[in-house]
């Protein structure tokens, strides 16, 4: 069977590790990343000796590329007329202009939680709602604090049936190296309720959902608590661990081995080699896990980097209907990042 | 009527406002602090004028006060044997020890948060326990978070009836000046439940309380998030505004009239021209309320430096019978501190 | 003698400090402030009984002043032709637009540093370059780190001759409460040379200055450390103690005092009862000065929020002509101030 | 000829780094590393499947070890006798306690920047004194900012000579994932002069160095100022230009090209697919040169986990007598670490 097609638009925070999860599955082929300046990620690809092809967008300046002797392939149109899908992580605002030009190519989009949902179709969970995804043209990826949220969300809900979530997003207000946007000892309060609670709520209808976000002066890692409150009596503590503990992008953290808080965790993807240090999985604590009467109350660490890549692997999987299932798709995404290995080895 | 006389042992960052605190009473007088080394603090008093006097405890080094010219009025037995009821803000672990003094001269103690329970016989909140304290000899007050979490949920409690919370803090990690402490780009989790709603549940037992707390690396203002749900049935928006609004030590607070965060709300207690910038009400977001089904949640700031200064002073009036009920007693503190002014003038 | 009339526009951070520095002027009358929406220190003005009056520029939003109840005099014509002399700390770039409706009125306008140069005829330091000021119309004040650099370069070159310097600048990014700009977890690098050693060389063009400038993500106090060469020869540690402790602006401090940083400082201006929390004086590290061959290092930390008033104040005695010397305008605005009498009780 | 044999002591920051620095030299073979508990570092080294042999230190627990199925291979003492030469990044004054062991072993030992110096008998920089660690048996490495900083000294001392260097360290406070240690909101400055200051005049004696110390709180680079006297008259921007550029560990960075500060150096490390996103160059911005009268200053970014690790595998070279001078030394180490191929790409 021929290898889907992949392109990749804008080559930022998000879209590096988009070509790099394209390029780990077997059953894919990345045909090129697009940009318009040399930007620090591509004078890194260069330095790598360009183990993507770049494609150049409408503006940019090639005269600097030339200068850099930063070879490139071609125009964006050349990129996105190989290509089965794109995936696109641009500025937001821009995937919507990009649209057009996949529309007029007759090529599938894929779209970063930053795009308007009017952008697509279907808004996306690889765990969630796999089967929406099917054949579908024009979809957008959750948010990647949404994205770890729906992952325990849904493992609860189905083991047990949930009714309602509350939710505090402790969130990590800049990416590591950001210049452009920071909180220097200031906590930054949202209105409420904030998106992620929206956005589960589209995903998961027969949620209640209602949150508080707070923005923090860190860069890597997002921390959640939930109330879930099920729809069929009480949820003990083991029985959420049951649910959790199994699931191959969950990893189970405890206090006591070290992992004390959104920077352990950050730190230990970068000892386990992986590329820029990345993780796939959110991290919960098991040590944080407590019964509020009969709701259960739960944390957990979002890794913003690349938390989204699996399931941005899942939709590509689901909109070329690669697999059928969710456990299909899910699971081939997985086999190919290496996600749940760990699981075996006793290591959460 | 005579004045109750007051004297404060440790004079850091809360002796110091406790030393404020009890100075603006028009019906008690500081009789003097008490620490042991020439800090910044001390040096402070002393370029101040001595306003207060100060007493030396054991061990002090006394060479070095007279060295740089410091005056003081004697011991630390010199200043309890002149006062009926002393604020202990030691640190931690000494309070204990000190108890054998003031119990030796027959002198009532108040202690605060960080001293082990087991120091006093009441543990003490103004809004929440104020006729417990009456006539008592031992006392100790809620740590900052969890004085300000019990103005919340008390005001829900005498309107609604409150059955239980679930809390998230997202805990500043250290006070302005602190070289001891700090986090640098993480945060970091605790082992739930978290203290406070353990706290919280000593001082009302008839809710059910749990929680999660995240330090957090800034230096002035806790955030908690607390989800409430009510004895009998919904709480709406509205609700709880109304129960939250004519509390004279919580502030309305809203995001568009510039309340963006922990850091505005320490700025505008500097504005305010208060010592030392000091806010002693605790600041709600009007705009972070929201309905989780039946339930309410909502967040609020609280000023660590400051805020459980009223409750101590509330405190001093208990167990000194200065008045009957918490009614009296609150509304004596609130008075001389100038706490509430603000609501008559519609500033939240 | 009448009082010298002045006027405030911007009651930002700068502006609100400068109102309380004209009003403690014994020889001054604050006539009002001037802004355009009720930011939260407008806020505070109000809930403190408008201690001073308030003016609207154009285009300012009455209707929410008024919702508020904020009582306001006039406009800012109304205010400008009432006074001798407009301090202008507006937000940059604007003060060259008011610069008209001052040339108009026939009324002195004093700058702050954020105002481009050529807004003003004269570029002033209070110590090191009074009897430029005199008579002046139109002033810009050095800003906050070029104020504090020059009290302590001119300090060393009155008495022994300076040849040239070469400095460090670890700025705090932000201000406290800032929310609109801030570092997370980043230094960030400007390009040298740094804009404070041109400023420098304005005032004091016989020093030749460079240096290079790094944002940190702190909110109080600038540190800059400085390499100074003198013209004449060696200047050893004790040399460059006597000409910086009787400086009535420099404190000397210690670490062993408990002066371990910015935040120390900081810390130290909130206990000291400031208004505030505010610092007049930079502080000096005297464990920091040491000799580097003939040179002569040392570090300092910078106040940004009020280092400048001083200054400013003197800025208004020489555009008033109300002194005639360095001496006698700087020993004014001190005394006013209650600047130096720290230096009496030995402390620094 | 037969590889020269390798062990680690303590599988912290710098040990992890030094096994990998080790493993990637063609003519070393890296026997083992030994630690003490099953911190995350060892978690994920056993993770990724145990790529490198664990000894157990004394006092280790061993049942930690086998309840979480991590191997290993022995004892400490097994260790030491199957290797030439240990690489002891045990905690500080670990390294002193186990000389004791490497010399009953006849085994060399290299011992890290936070030993005393009293442990080595050589205070080694691969560049400054190679030849000084010839078939030495007990050596030391300069710190991580002393080894920064003597690159680019050396630099300019063997180009133009140098007579003295004055320095501000502006220090990242704590590592990325340290929970032990850190600042929030606070520069802390230390006592001058410096100890780096100090050390580069140990291994340059001819030189005059002196400095200050700034804590900021950041995780990851340190930025050093450097300004230099030259023995030989006036040092240019470009003299000093062609000194760094060509150096194999010096990349030349702009700030126009997106190196804004250690956030972007630290992010290019993780988008190169470094393992850990490690970077073993300082960068020294060009943009940042600037001449001072006759001298230069200069500024640089220290990337703090990994600089050191060249400079140690230079000094088993040295040790081990592999190669004879510096040139060759030097150059065999950076072949084998991928050290200056960016130089021949136009890329600094």
Redesign the interface.
């Known amino acids: 069977m021929a290898k889907v097609k992949v392109g990749v638009a804008g080559y930022g925070t998000i879209g590096?590790r988009l070509a790099d999860g394209v390029a780990k599955q077997g059953d894919m082929e990345l045909v090129g990343i697009a940009d318009m300046a040399?930007?620090?990620?591509i004078?890194?690809?260069?330095?790598?000796g360009m183990p993507y092809d770049l494609y150049l967008v409408n503006g940019a300046d090639t005269a600097k590329f030339d200068e850099?002797?930063i070879p490139y392939k071609g125009s964006f149109q050349d990129l996105v007329d190989q290509v089965d899908v794109m995936l696109d992580s641009s500025p937001a605002g821009i995937g919507l202009k990009n649209k057009r030009i996949y529309e007029a190519a007759g090529v599938k989009a894929i779209f970063q939680g930053g795009e308007k949902n009017e952008v697509a179709d279907v808004f996306f969970h690889g765990y969630a709602n796999f089967e929406k995804g099917l054949d579908q043209n024009y979809l957008k990826l959750t948010s990647c604090n949404t994205t770890g949220l729906i992952r325990t969300v849904d493992a609860l809900d189905r083991a047990y049936g949930i009714?309602?979530v509350?939710i505090?997003i402790?969130r990590r207000?800049?990416d590591?190296?950001?210049?452009n946007?920071?909180?220097?000892?200031?906590?930054?309060?949202?209105?409420?309720?904030t998106h992620q609670a929206v956005d589960l709520m589209t995903i998961m209808p027969h949620i209640?959902a209602?949150?508080?976000l707070?923005?923090?002066?860190?860069?890597?890692?997002h921390?959640i608590?939930v109330?879930a409150?099920g729809k069929n009596g009480k949820i003990t503590k083991q029985m959420a661990m049951d649910a959790f503990k199994d699931h191959p992008r969950i990893r189970i953290l405890r206090?006591e081995?070290?992992?004390?808080?959104?920077?352990?965790y950050?730190?230990?993807g970068?000892?386990?080699?992986h590329?820029?240090?990345d993780m796939y999985e959110i991290g919960l604590?098991e040590?944080?896990?407590?019964?509020?009467?009969d709701?259960i109350?739960y944390?957990f660490v979002v890794p913003q980097e690349a938390v989204t890549i699996p399931e941005t692997m899942d939709c590509i999987r689901a909109a070329m209907h690669m697999q059928e299932t969710r456990e299909e798709g899910t699971s081939e995404t997985n086999k190919y990042l290496g996600i749940g290995k760990?699981k075996a080895?006793?290591?959460g």
């Not at 040399?38 to 990620?41: E, G, I, K, R, S």
């Not at 004078?43 to 790598?48: C, M, S, V, W």
């Not at 590591?176 to 210049?179: E, I, T, V």
């Not at 040590?287 to 009467?293: F, H, Q, T």
């Open positions: 590096q040399p930007t620090l990620a004078r890194a690809l260069y330095e790598k850099m002797g009714d309602k509350a505090t402790i207000v800049a590591p190296g950001d210049y946007r920071g909180l220097t000892n200031a906590l930054q309060i949202e209105k409420a309720p209640n209602t949150g508080i707070v923005h923090t002066p860190v860069t890597h890692g921390i608590t109330l409150t206090m081995d070290g992992f004390l808080g959104n920077a352990s950050f730190k230990y970068r000892d386990l080699g590329e820029r240090g604590w040590n944080s896990i407590v019964e509020s009467g709701d109350m944390a760990f080895m006793g290591l």
